[in-house]
């Protein structure tokens, strides 16, 4: 791992990638007032059990470092709500991520890929991130949540203001971090709370054949969903449904450079596309890091948590535990079993799993039909997504031809 460390100058904050890690599979971490779990194991338990570590991680996150119940809800937001609420608002868009909705994207997805690499060789450069990885996924859940595709560049913009930022994840904040923190957050999810409220008003004047329009007509009990619901939902659904496909493909074009022989195996053979894929998530987690919040004591990696104790399991670390992947450095294929946890578990495993899967597998066998090779441009380096809670490139030229 210390060359593809050096080769990318990946950030330390990615600790996983610096090595085999060593310590204990859970322990506290008393600087940042909260508990970090590493192991395969432990976090395949936690992820297993919602009603002993629950997504509603905002109930132990002292009341000083949250914004005022004015300008802030998480009401929908469907990552952080436990069962049954969870279970029923989940159920109001998994029919739009069925099998057959998804495979039936395919031709959309690959005219895009094309569209899109036609325009990046018309301006005679390519940058994997901007010209593809991140238009494509952003197009496509634009279109099935009915909002202008064309307002990319605003997504964008919110997305890297809540998303892609190296402050250290702590309770323990001085006053200045906090407000800092609150003003950087605030600002970006007020504009997208007030684009998607104007979107999902105007599908309740008139109704289309999209998500919004099913998330503004839809029945929990009996009851129309709130209008912050609705918002947030759309949220979730904008925001979660291309930033992973994102890092998913510039992830694996940024493995098939780093281990080219492994390039020429799956050129030579595209049914080894998604074992590829896999082993990228894997290799190269997208979202590194989950919250939970104990409900009670818990007993985990031969440690007691006790209740009410926020929790943070590390998605990337456990997928390079040796425990359950032997030589988890080792960018690897053709693992057989390969159960990563790269899209997490149990009730709040990834919605969009198949579909991100999908645009992966199609852009990348487009990707190896019309390049000769994939690689970095020399002296024109890569750059990683800063943040600790993200495993990603936010920008990978590759050689043209």
């Given amino acids: 791992m210390s060359d593809i460390v ?4 990946i950030p330390e904050q990615h600790f996983w990638l610096h090595g085999t890690r060593s310590g204990p599979a859970v322990e506290f971490d008393a600087r940042a007032g909260m508990w970090n779990v590493y192991g395969y ?11 002993t570590y629950s997504s509603d991680t905002m109930r132990v996150v002292p009341k000083e470092l949250l914004p005022s119940g004015d300008d802030f809800s998480l009401e929908g937001f ?6 049954p609420e969870h279970g029923k608002l989940r159920k109001l868009v998994s029919s739009a991520f069925t099998r057959k909705v998804v495979a039936d994207l395919e031709p959309r997805i690959a005219a895009l890929t094309h569209e899109l690499l036609d325009a990046a060789r018309e301006r005679g450069r390519f940058e994997l991130v901007s010209d593809l990885a991140y238009p494509l996924p952003v197009i496509v859940i634009a279109e099935l949540l009915g909002v202008p595709s064309s307002d990319r560049a605003l997504f964008k913009q919110w997305a890297d203001a809540l998303f892609q930022r190296d402050t250290e994840i702590s309770l323990n904040q001085s006053a200045e971090e906090r407000s800092a923190d609150l003003q950087a957050t605030m600002k970006p999810w007020k504009e997208m709370s007030g684009y998607l409220a104007g979107h999902a008003a105007e599908r309740r004047r008139q109704p289309r054949g999209d998500l919004l329009t099913r998330l503004v007509q839809a029945e929990v009990d009996g009851e129309r969903l709130p209008d912050e619901q609705v918002v947030n939902f759309a949220i979730v659904l904008l925001l979660a449904g291309h930033i992973t496909t994102t890092m ?13 022989e492994q390039q020429d195996r799956v050129r030579a053979d595209r049914s080894l596309i998604p074992d590829v894929i896999e082993e990228s998530i894997r290799y190269l987690t997208p979202f590194a890091l989950l919250g939970r919040a104990t409900t ?6 031969g440690v007691t948590i006790p209740a009410d104790q926020m929790v943070m399991i590390w998605l990337a670390a456990a997928n390079r535990d040796p425990r ?4 988890p450095g080792v960018f690897d294929p053709g693992r057989d079993p390969n159960p990563h946890l790269g899209f997490g578990r149990g009730i709040h495993f990834c919605l969009g799993a198949p ?16 390049f000769g090779t994939l690689r970095t441009v020399p002296g024109d380096p890569v750059q990683f997504i800063s943040s600790p809670s993200l495993t990603g490139v936010r920008r990978l030229p590759l050689v043209q031809g």
């Avoid at 998913?248 to 080219?260: K, M, Q, R, S, W």
């Avoid at 359950?324 to 030589?327: L, M």
């Avoid at 579909?355 to 019309?370: F, Q, S, T, W």
């Fill in 6 to 9: 050096e080769r990318y100058d």
């Fill in 41 to 51: 194991p432990e976090l395949h338990e936690v992820l297993g059990d919602p009603a």
């Fill in 78 to 83: 469907i990552t952080q709500i436990d069962p």
């Fill in 248 to 260: 998913l493909l510039g992830n694996t074009v940024l493995c098939l450079d780093a281990f080219p």
């Fill in 296 to 301: 009670r004591e818990a007993r985990l990696g």
């Fill in 324 to 327: 359950q992947f032997p030589d």
């Fill in 355 to 370: 579909l991100a899967r999908l645009e992966g597998r199609v852009a990348l066998d487009i990707l190896l039909d019309r």
